[in-house]
């Protein structure tokens, strides 16, 4: 299958073009339009072969992490087909290949995949917790060639970190699960941290890639919130 | 009058501006400034994005790297008063460090960021909420702005910008530059900053008690003299509108 992206990077669209017969795997509300021939079935599915109490409790986790509970899957039946697909929010979206070593993916970035990439949802621990960010993040996996969608608030950078980098958690999209991280404070000591306004970083250890998005949805919600009327009740 | 929209899209390294680069314009603009050892980047507090880890950043309460006894008695009274009445956090955050290193920095709303050399002698006005980053000798000081400032929805203070060094300031939306040279009117929301031998008054758009009201246009403000204003082509109070009645309730 080809993934294009066009309108990138504020308000990105993917036009995927399947080949007769191919699937691709989408969040639930992703979808924008489709050919007539694409088909979509809905289900929990995660792995394949997990059964009910498997799907119910990939389902579970991911409604935890910010996910939706269901997956859909566009087959091209009898043709070529083509589907296209967008974020909820207006940002940036980039197709990645998901490497043997794996791909770590903030919860609510992933828009699609080919059905062979496994996503896991995993507990980050409390420092991802209180950062306001989710306690939660995916890890990709998968085996052979495969194609993955992700999707940011702000536009997409990817930078190599070749030993160390900290970055703002509000601001992490996906990186490599080669690198080690570690959530904790930007300056040296609470008040520090509390003024300078940066709360959590994360510090990232090792050789991988990291993808970070150019505004932080947490604190634009808040920016713009403030000025919002008080709700009622 | 010429409109000179803002390219923020090359990489910049003169020997006159601190090396950096501005991606993602003009709608979700990063900056990001590599420093060399000596070179300190003083940012809006909240803004960093990311950071080679042997940067230290410290926590300040001004872009001088000393202030005196009352420099911060008068900045902790005007912090006060700034967070009652609306605008920037006070603190800053300096980064600096003893090998060469790169800063990501990223305001908090969708738009633009603009690099600007300033030099000695030069007078850059900015709303409050504008200043996202500075290197080199900048000084950035509260004016207050009376009432005129703050019925033109800019807020109580505006901040003035001299010293010698590059400045970079964000926008909601992208930024553009006109050059003015006599009477010219800006929508109240839409104004960046200005420079130049400008002074501006508020007037109604037109349309009377019934233009102010309903019409949304209420009160511009007419520039006069000869300079540059910063216009941003998004508005805030725009955004608001048209989200508080998609809100649950």
Redesign the interface.
């Known amino acids: 299958m080809q993934i294009d992206i066009g309108y990138r990077?504020?308000h990105s669209m993917a036009r995927v073009a399947l080949n007769p017969g191919e699937q691709i795997l989408a969040e639930s509300g992703a979808l924008v339009g489709m050919s007539t021939n694409v088909s979509m079935t809905t289900g929990m599915q995660n792995k394949p072969g997990g059964g009910l109490l498997g799907g119910l409790m990939a389902g579970l986790k991911r409604a935890l992490a910010g996910e939706s509970w269901f997956r859909n899957t566009f087959t091209a039946n009898g043709g070529p087909g083509e589907v296209l697909l967008a974020h909820a929010m207006?940002?940036?979206m980039q197709v990645v290949e998901v490497p043997g070593t794996g791909l770590h993916l903030t919860s609510s970035s992933f828009i699609a995949s080919t059905p062979n990439v496994n996503i896991e949802t995993r507990l980050q621990g409390f420092g991802g917790f209180f950062s306001g960010e989710g306690a939660f993040v995916m890890q990709a996996s998968a085996q052979g060639p495969n194609q993955l969608v992700f999707g940011s608030f702000?536009?997409i950078?990817c930078?190599n970190c070749d030993?160390?980098?900290?970055?703002?958690t509000g601001?992490l999209v996906a990186w490599d699960s080669t690198l080690t991280y570690k959530v904790g404070k930007?300056?040296g000591g609470w008040i520090?941290s509390f003024?300078?306004?940066?709360?959590l970083?994360c510090?990232f250890q090792g050789q991988g890639r990291?993808w970070?998005?150019?505004?932080?949805p947490i604190?634009?919600g808040?920016?713009?919130g403030g000025?919002?009327?008080p709700?009622?009740? | 009058m010429q409109m000179q929209p803002m390219a923020g899209g090359m990489p910049t390294a003169s020997a006159a501006s601190v090396a950096h680069e501005i991606?993602?314009g003009p709608?979700?603009?990063?900056l990001r400034v590599d420093l060399q050892p000596g070179q300190t980047l003083v940012t809006?507090?909240?803004?960093?994005?990311?950071?080679?880890?042997?940067l230290t950043?410290?926590?300040k309460m001004g872009t001088k790297k000393t202030l005196g006894f009352f420099d911060m008695l008068i900045g902790i009274v005007i912090a006060f008063v700034r967070k009652v009445m609306g605008g920037e956090?006070f603190?800053v955050?300096h980064f600096h460090g003893s090998a060469p290193g790169s800063v990501?920095i990223?305001p908090?709303?969708?738009g633009e960021v603009t690099h600007r050399r300033i030099n000695p002698g030069e007078t850059l006005i900015l709303s409050s909420g504008a200043y996202l980053a500075s290197v080199g000798d900048i000084d950035v000081k509260m004016k207050f702005g009376g009432l005129k400032s703050i019925l033109a929805r800019e807020g109580a203070f505006m901040l003035q910008v001299t010293g010698n060094g590059d400045l970079w300031f964000n926008s909601y939306g992208g930024t553009t530059a006109v050059d003015i040279n006599g009477p010219f009117m800006i929508d109240n929301g839409h104004l960046v900053g200005y420079e130049g031998q400008l002074q501006f008054n508020l007037k109604s758009a037109g349309g009377g008690m019934l233009g102010f009201m309903a019409g949304g246009e209420g009160l511009v403000c007419e520039f006069n003299g000869t300079g540059r204003v910063y216009i941003q082509s998004r508005n805030?109070n725009s955004?608001?509108g048209w989200?508080?009645p998609l809100?649950?309730?």
């Open positions: 990077p504020a207006c940002g940036d702000g536009g950078t930078l030993g160390n980098l900290v970055i703002d601001h930007s300056g520090a003024l300078s306004g940066e709360g970083v510090h990291i970070i998005q150019s505004r932080n604190a634009y808040q920016y713009v000025m919002l009327p709700r009622k009740g | 991606t993602h709608s979700f603009a990063l809006e507090a909240g803004s960093m994005v990311a950071r080679s880890s042997h950043m410290d926590v956090s603190f955050n990501w990223a908090q709303m969708a805030v955004l608001v989200l508080s809100l649950p309730q």
